[in-house]
């Protein structure tokens, strides 16, 4: 669709709530992008103490003066005309909730959505968990028209990004969000500027998909290759984090490596010198922890947590 604003005058409604967000509203108001308002989660309490939070995307709006929006149901009456009110050529979704048509469809341009994977492999909610889950070398952000399924409009533009071995996904989430977020200010310019053709995905047998994870997602299987368990401590560092048992205790690897050497034992059991040496027995293969967080504590180096804990 030709566009006849330049980049900097179409008028924006950004859309995001966490700090991978932040770094593409930033973008967008770096390069001189008109963002007419903000659309983030409602405050909500958060921690021990259960005081109201408010959301990274809406800290960093509130420093910039933008105008902010927190509906409740993003199909209420109320929000759709204050929508309508701000006259958008277009919203721009980042990490945000799935949005009911009468809103995507709602500017002229529609809606532009940036994903942490290379469409159409990885949709759904956690791709990058998932790709690292499942020992990918590669992976990258793409651009694409929101449509009525999740994920799967047509293509605008996309980035590859390499995965080093030892990469976790928190590692690879920081190291993404300026790549995405300068991917996402350079499609709305070949937009503005009419020379960006947006392409259908295609939909393949071999597709890999990326969907929410739950607890059940983290709990160790011993009885895999090390290779697997690695990539599962990996995909899930920091957050939400691998976990095992022990002495009955929950506890997350958030650090490790993995041995094809495999220990005596059966898989999920442990050999330590309760100095600074702590590994687990996989089917095939073992692992060696690094970093871990027993049930109620803090995170530990591996040292410091033998030189302090008494195992049963």
């Known amino acids: 669709m030709n566009v006849r604003k330049s980049f900097e005058e179409l008028r924006i409604v950004f859309m995001g709530t966490p700090e991978f967000a932040v770094a593409s509203l930033k973008a967008l108001l770096d390069a001189g992008g008109h963002v007419v308002a903000v659309v983030t989660a409602p405050d909500k309490p958060a921690g021990r103490g259960m005081q109201i939070k408010k959301s990274p995307v809406k800290v960093f709006a509130e420093s910039q003066g933008l105008t902010i929006l927190q509906p409740e149901k993003l199909r209420s009456s109320a929000f759709i005309e204050q929508l309508k009110a701000l006259t958008p050529d277009l919203n721009v979704v980042v990490a945000f909730r799935m949005l009911p048509e009468v809103v995507w469809s709602l500017p002229p341009l529609g809606s532009i959505n940036l994903h942490g994977s290379l469409l159409p492999q990885y949709r759904g909610a956690a791709p990058i968990n998932w790709a690292i889950i499942n020992g990918e070398s590669q992976t990258g952000v793409t651009t694409f028209r929101l449509s009525h399924q999740i994920d799967t409009g047509d293509i605008l533009d996309s980035e590859i990004i390499d995965i080093p071995n030892q990469e976790t996904a928190g590692e690879l989430h920081n190291r993404m969000m300026p790549i995405g977020a300068a991917l996402l200010v350079k499609t ?116 410091d947590f033998l030189r302090g804990y008494h195992f049963k």
Not at 257 to 262: A, G, H, L, Q
């Open 188 to 303: 709305l310019k070949g937009l503005a500027n009419g020379n960006l053709t947006p392409h259908p995905q295609s939909f393949e047998s071999s597709q890999k998909h990326a969907p929410k994870i739950f607890s059940a997602d983290c709990e160790i299987k011993w009885n895999q290759d090390s290779r697997n368990v690695y990539n599962l401590i990996r995909g899930l560092s920091p957050h939400p984090g691998a976990f095992t048992f022990v002495d009955g205790k929950k506890c997350k690897i958030l650090l490790a490596e993995y041995d094809s050497s495999t220990l005596d034992g059966t898989p999920g059991s442990y050999v330590t010198d309760k100095k600074t040496f702590l590994k687990f027995a996989c089917a095939k293969g073992s692992i060696q922890v690094l970093q871990l967080q027993m049930e109620g504590k803090k995170v530990m180096a591996v040292a």
